[in-house]
Antibody, heavy 119, light 111 residues
Framework: EVQLVESGGVVVQPGGSLRLSCAAS????????MHWVRQAPGKGLEWVSL????????YYADSVKGRFTISRDNGKNSLYLQMNSLRTEDTALYYC????????????WGQGTLVTVSS | QSALTQPRSVSGSPGQSVTISCTGT?????????VSWYQQHPGKAPKLMIY???ERPSGVPYRFSGSKSGNTASLTISGLQAEDEADYYC???????????FGTGTKVTVL
């Protein structure tokens, strides 16, 4: 059974930092590009970042560029998101999602971890 | 990159068909055949329903279908069922710089 389990979401003050993790199981992790997608409370989905299977290509949404860093450890079947200089508008449920290499959709999704940026 | 435009809500009676539109630009929907659709029930993670405009993943009912014309993609649910009541989001690849853009989301109500 495919599982993506996010963790690391907490309440943090504006300007603070946080590292999210996503543990993958049930599929061949290094055959998949991985993404972070977020959803603000009561709002729609917003793509955040992508890392290819080998980390060779990385992309970010303009809203997080320069503040967030995506990374992965294929030996640990894990995906990460380092979030710096957090803003109140970063408050959201953060999902990790997987895409088969060279496809352009999200096959698998985790249940999300909630990040709240508030003073 | 602006979100793709979807109607806020659509509704239909059981057995009827509903269609959700997803309007973008030539830089996203119109430029690539990489439109996907996701179903999201309250408190749940999104689920892939359609990919590459009109392909259905294994396990998704045949009543879900997708299409595209120009800068507008569409999801049609034929033979609407109670369990189809959910939020639906389209998503398009938008090139290596922008990567992906989601739609604004549509709430489907089964009357």
């Amino acid at each position: 059974e495919v599982q993506l389990v996010e963790s690391g979401g907490v309440v943090v003050q504006p300007g603070g930092s946080l590292r999210l993790s996503c543990a993958a199981s049930g599929f061949i992790f290094d055959n998949y590009a991985m993404h972070w997608v977020r959803q603000a409370p009561g709002k729609g989905l917003e793509w955040v970042s992508l890392i290819t299977w080998d980390g060779g290509f990385i992309y970010y949404a303009d809203s997080v560029k320069g503040r967030f860093t995506i990374s992965r450890d294929n030996g640990k079947n894990s995906l990460y998101l380092q979030m710096n200089s957090l803003r109140t508008e970063d408050t959201a449920l953060y999902y990790c999602a997987g895409s088969t290499t060279w496809t352009y959709h999200f096959d698998y999704w985790g249940q999300g971890t909630l990040v709240t940026v508030s003073s | 990159q602006s979100a793709l435009t979807q109607p806020r809500s659509v509704s239909g009676s059981p057995g009827q068909s509903v269609t959700i539109s997803c309007t973008g630009t030539s830089s996203d929907v119109g430029g690539y055949n990489y439109v996907s659709w996701y179903q999201q029930h309250p408190g749940k993670a999104p689920k892939l329903m359609i990919y590459d405009v009109n392909e259905r993943p294994s396990g998704v009912p045949y009543r879900f279908s997708g299409s595209k014309s120009g800068n507008t993609a569409s999801l049609t649910i034929s033979g609407l069922q109670a369990e189809d009541e959910a939020d639906y989001y389209c998503c398009s690849y938008a090139g290596s710089h922008t990567s992906y853009v989601f739609g604004t989301g549509t709430k489907v109500t089964v009357l």
